[in-house]
């Protein structure tokens, strides 16, 4: 069954940078797609970031050329560079992979962004 552990969340001031990661259980991790979501209190959960098993990418227009979502497969491992984060950035940022219709989550890694 897959399992999935985010880390790296935390307090950062504007302008900061946080490195996320996602680990995963289970042997199919290579052959899903895996994405980054966030949800701020009293708002909807978003798509943040994408990676295709491939290795293509798309991001949110909010966190193009700030954001970098990348995989290692070896290590069952993905991960969000966050880069010159600003306070709307604030969420609960969740982990998710996705094979056609089947979706796993992890549980969230709080980050805030502020001064």
């Known amino acids: 069954q897959v399992q999935l552990v985010e880390s790296g969340g935390g307090l950062v001031q504007p302008g900061g940078s946080l490195r996320l990661s996602c680990a995963a259980s289970?042997?199919?991790?290579?052959?899903?797609?895996m994405g980054w979501y966030r949800q701020a209190p009293g708002k909807q959960r978003d798509l943040v970031a994408r990676?295709?098993?491939?290795?293509?990418?798309n991001y949110a227009d909010s966190v193009k050329g700030r954001f970098t979502i990348s995989r290692d497969n070896a290590k069952n491992t993905g991960y969000l560079q966050m880069n010159s984060l600003k306070p709307e950035d604030t969420a609960v940022y969740y982990c998710?992979?996705?094979?056609?219709?089947?979706?796993?989550w992890g549980k969230g890694t709080p980050v805030t962004v502020s001064s």
């Open positions: 998710g992979l996705s094979l056609g219709a089947i979706i796993y």
């Open positions: 289970g042997s199919r991790f290579s052959i899903m797609s």
């Open positions: 990676i295709t098993s491939g290795g293509s990418t």
